[in-house]
């Protein structure tokens, strides 16, 4: 190394000690570009207009990155790489000098797995964590956990020398994820996962928070730490940030919103809540599922078949279950069923199914709630939108449930839906007493003779404790005046010791509605259906 690299290298020995002493160091190197007065520095034209345009490249990657926008990071990557080399003048030598890289040897067990995810990574990508996961056996069956110790013997059967490119990669990552990036779980948020979340764990001054939805399970990364309460407050701050959806503050204590690659995101603080947390669902995480990806039961192909004759029959048909148990992905799936020339209207409090994504040759309009406008009143509009079809992304109040229970019979063809309710007599229940809460109805049993009038087929997932998800039964909802309750529900498949099993047919009343919406060849495959 030369005289002057020797004194360089010197003078940031103190720098490259520590995390936050690199991180403020590029800070303030970013922030001098920004400052910078261009009209100073005497160029001509054609250099202002180039410098000009770099800088407003740079603001707007810095805004847009940290946020899912896999674009404004590569280029925050690359530019942070380049800006270490002039700022540190590092090589293969001077590199391992870094905290990160002489740390390692102390076992620290977040730059380990760093180190493990950045390998896997380069080979694997955005499926990474999952192969990491299951080709080290990490969560074998029904385990929660990922301690420090599981990170420790996989990186002594996995560990490889890293080349010094290799070395300054993993290093930009690292300043950047503590920079404008999501801190320790900016890769884990990028995977293909079903979510992410942290500050949801642990007594007061312990940050060891991060938990992720992996394959239907809420999984504890016991190993990575926030390390203080300032770093979990960046983070979440962060990480809704997207389009700047407004302030996050003591009176307003909870964001519910989107990233720039459509997960939604949770955000709540205190007084609100107990610790700054939030919660990062990546709904769709590997594209939209075709129905045979999502059931590969025995018999499966029974089920199937049944909900797609359901959906082409325009049968309203809720799809319930507990949270994570796949009712979207399986909503999602289904339109792909519906007669491509019905136009379809969408509900949500998030954008979540993005169906436009999918079904770009479709006539699709989408709303959400926002602070100002609830639900009802986007189902209002939707009657004005011509829409053939009304999904629902969850029925979760009381307004929305009536409305939907009430247009079901005057307004579109039919509706999809998704509820949280346990059983398909709770399902009923639930409706009816939305109704009554609402007041479009006073009397129970008329309230409730309603909601089966509307309400058709009940599709129920169960997600069990190892992670499986599957459909535990299909059934239908079949008005019965002469009874007190004024219905019967019947089971038509349910899933028994590890198959799909049929246990009822379509009643011929049924069969007739189904079939007044099929076109002619599809009749005649209906009517050679044993379902």
């Not at 989408?366 to 602070?371: A, G, I, K, S, V």
């Not at 009038?453 to 005046?481: A, C, K, M, W």
């Amino acid at each position: 190394m030369s005289e002057q690299g020797l004194e360089l290298f010197a003078r940031d020995t103190e720098m490259l000690s520590d995390l936050e002493g690199m991180v403020r160091r590029v800070s303030e190197h970013v922030n001098h570009i920004l400052r910078e007065n261009l009209y100073e520095m005497k160029l001509d034209a054609n250099g202002l207009k180039r410098l000009a345009r770099q800088k407003k490249e740079l603001r707007e990657n810095l805004a847009r990155c940290g946020v899912g926008d896999d674009l404004a990071k590569a280029y925050m990557l690359e530019f942070l790489q380049e800006s270490l080399l002039k700022l540190f003048h590092f090589n293969e030598r001077t590199i391992d000098e870094v905290f990160y890289f002489r740390d390692t040897g102390r076992k620290n067990p977040e730059y380990l797995f760093d180190r493990l995810l950045f390998l896997y990574k380069k080979k694997y990508g955005q499926e990474a964590l999952r192969v990491l996961i299951e080709e080290n056996g990490l969560l074998k069956g029904t385990k929660q956990v990922i301690t420090q110790e599981d990170i420790f013997a996989v990186y002594e059967r996995r560990r490889r020398t890293l080349s010094f490119v290799e070395k300054l990669e993993l290093l930009t990552w690292k300043i950047y994820s503590s920079y404008k990036g999501l801190g320790i779980i900016d890769e884990i948020r990028d995977m293909n996962i079903d979510g992410v979340s942290g500050g949801v764990s642990g007594m007061p001054g312990d940050y060891r928070s991060v938990w992720m939805f992996y394959q239907g399970r809420s999984v504890h990364l016991e190993f990575l730490d926030f390390k203080s309460e300032r770093e979990l407050e960046r983070v979440c701050r962060s990480i809704c940030r997207f389009e700047q959806p407004g302030e996050l503050s003591k009176a307003r204590g909870y964001l519910v919103h989107e990233m720039a690659d459509h997960s939604r995101v949770v955000v709540a603080r205190p007084d609100f809540a107990e610790s700054w947390m939030f919660f990062v669902r990546k709904l769709g995480a590997g594209g939209k599922r075709e129905l045979t990806e999502l059931f590969a039961q025995s018999g499966a192909e029974k089920v199937i078949e049944l909900m797609q004759w359901l959906v082409k029959g325009c049968r309203v048909l809720g799809i319930t279950g507990m949270q994570g148990c796949g009712k979207t992905t399986l909503l999602m799936a289904l339109v792909e069923s519906i007669p491509p020339e019905y136009t379809l209207r969408v509900l949500e409090m998030a954008f979540e199914l993005h169906l436009r994504r999918w079904y770009p040759d479709r006539n699709i309009v989408t709303f959400r709630e926002t602070p100002t406008i609830d639900g009802w009143e986007g189902l209002e509009l939707q009657k004005k939108t011509d829409g053939a079809v009304s999904i629902i992304g969850e029925v979760a109040s009381a307004r929305v449930a009536a409305w939907m229970v009430e247009s079901g019979q005057v307004g579109s063809l039919f509706t999809l839906f998704t509820h949280h309710a346990k059983t398909t007599r709770a399902l009923v229940m639930s409706l009816r007493n939305s109704l009554l809460k609402e007041g479009s109805f006073s009397n129970e049993r008329v309230a409730t003779q309603q909601v089966v009038s509307v309400v058709n087929f009940d599709v129920h997932l169960h997600l069990d404790r190892e992670g499986r998800r599957y459909i535990e039964r299909i059934t239908q909802i079949r008005e019965l005046p002469e009874r007190a309750d004024g219905f019967e529900t019947v089971d038509l498949i349910v899933y028994e010791d590890g198959s799909y099993k049929q246990k009822h047919r379509l009643d011929a009343q049924t069969r007739s509605q189904i079939q007044r919406w099929l076109s002619d060849e599809e009749r005649e495959a209906f009517r050679a259906a044993d379902i």
